[in-house]
């Protein structure tokens, strides 16, 4: 289906590429099962395909000390056999009915992908059915995905600089939250959940009335409902999981913490500073922010850090889509010979200057066309189109916003970005992480 932008959308996107697509609500049609699963159909017919994305509202948020890690574990353990799919089958008859699919887990959901010829819908809606209705949680499988997961984290550990420093700076930054241990969870977890734990896991979160699922591509509505109906609508659902109840409380000033890792060969350094959720009113003003601060050779840091001072080897950063009051991550790599104090407080003044001096309407009008560029881009496919509509329906509330985020973007002033840096970058605000292959001597 073929939609024209709006006039207001059409005077935002002078710089953004010509797109006809994803513009008008209309598109989507939903519907919710009796038991609680709530459905999203998009049709396209512009390809021969579709994807079924399912989001399952859970994530490392929602452990506790004892099975922290769990919900990815789900994750692999889903591939692993069911009723009427037994181990690897789940992999083997997608691919045979020419389709593909993937998954992800995150502190706060965990998401299923399948890519499929359109032809295949209802050889998705068994797989997948089978596989939430009657998972195999078999003691061997589960012992032999148990050291996977374990091989996971060590090497994952070894291997990323960032996700060695993410976790002590995660567990410094929030002393109350679950989000301040890591998604793949503690060791001594993974090596001690029961059978027990995980089949109640599996009951409580992986019920129709915890998950949303989206459809889109070469699919037509009243089919898709027929065989939701059919296939999802049979499995019943569950008493809803326990709300979250903790709030971590409010940060009262600067805390560090410092990582050795005998393989770094100079200084990785993490800040991190604590944020609202993503259906805050403040979360687009913080996404141009982050933007302005780290994307492109002429962002703020890169600019300053990398080119003009040449101390950095590179910027990066990162705000999650969360649920709860969650971190603003910025990260930068010392060039060799730099110490990691001259590092932080060039980091520090870049900063800083944002929050003093503001930006200029400049820097601003480039992110904001820039935002909009990869948000079109992004609805240019049906895959792109289905993981967005679910993201706004989960994190914004509605997946209608997803309809209405460039004139929120538009929306955004320069004294919006200065504010909410000022409110969030400051220091009483920041966890401050070194990862350095030998401790500062006292």
Do not use: C
Request: charged residues 25%; without cysteine.
């Amino acid at each position: 289906m073929k939609q024209l932008l709006t006039p207001a959308l059409a005077l935002s996107l002078a710089m953004a590429p010509v797109v006809t697509q994803a513009a008008d609500p209309s598109e989507v049609k939903s519907f919710t099962l009796d038991n609680g699963m709530k459905v999203l159909v998009l049709e396209d017919d512009a390809i021969p395909n579709a994807n079924m994305y399912l989001f399952w509202k859970v994530g490392s948020r929602n452990e506790v000390p004892g099975i922290t890690g769990l919900s990815h574990f789900f994750e692999h353990m889903m591939f692993n056999g069911s009723k009427n799919y037994g181990p690897k089958m789940f992999d083997r008859t997608m691919e045979a009915a020419g389709g593909a699919n993937n998954a992800y887990t995150t502190e706060n959901v965990t998401v299923y992908t399948d890519w499929f010829p359109a032809e295949a819908l209802e050889t998705i809606f068994k797989l997948e059915s089978d596989r939430i209705a009657h998972l195999n949680i078999d003691p061997k499988m589960v012992e032999s995905e148990r050291n996977v997961v374990a091989s996971e984290r060590t090497t994952g550990l070894e291997n990323s600089n960032w996700r060695a420093l993410q976790e002590e700076v995660k567990a410094t930054a929030f002393r109350a939250h679950p989000y301040s241990w890591s998604v793949i969870g503690h060791e001594s977890d993974i090596y001690a959940w029961t059978l027990d734990d995980l089949k109640q896991y599996h009951k409580t979160y992986y019920a129709p009335n915890n998950a949303v699922v989206v459809i889109a591509g070469a699919v037509d509505y009243d089919q898709v409902k027929q065989m939701s109906e059919h296939y999802f609508g049979a499995i019943p659902a569950q008493t809803p999981p326990a709300e979250v109840r903790t709030v971590e409380p409010e940060q009262k000033g600067e805390r560090r913490v410092y990582v050795r890792k005998e393989s770094v060969t100079s200084p990785n350094l993490m800040f991190a500073y604590h944020v609202p959720q993503t259906s805050h009113e403040d979360s687009y003003a913080l996404d141009v922010l982050m933007s302005l601060l780290i994307d492109g050779n002429s962002s703020r840091l890169n600019k300053a850090l990398v080119d003009e001072q040449q101390i950095a080897l590179g910027v990066d950063g990162y705000v999650p889509q969360s649920f709860d009051p969650n971190l603003l991550y910025l990260f930068a790599v010392a060039k060799p010979g730099v110490e990691a104090a001259t590092l932080e407080q060039s980091l520090i003044t870049e900063i800083n200057k944002v929050a003093q001096e503001g930006v200029t309407q400049e820097e601003l009008d480039k992110v904001k066309n820039s935002k909009l560029m990869g948000f079109y881009d992004t609805l240019e496919t049906i895959n792109g189109r289905a993981n967005t509509l679910g993201t706004y329906e989960l994190f914004q509330g509605d997946w209608k916003k997803m309809y209405t985020a460039p004139e929120a973007y538009a929306k955004i002033t320069r004294e919006d970005v200065q504010r909410v840096a000022q409110t969030y970058l400051k220091k009483s605000n920041r966890t401050v992480g070194v990862l350095a292959a030998e401790e500062d001597k006292d």
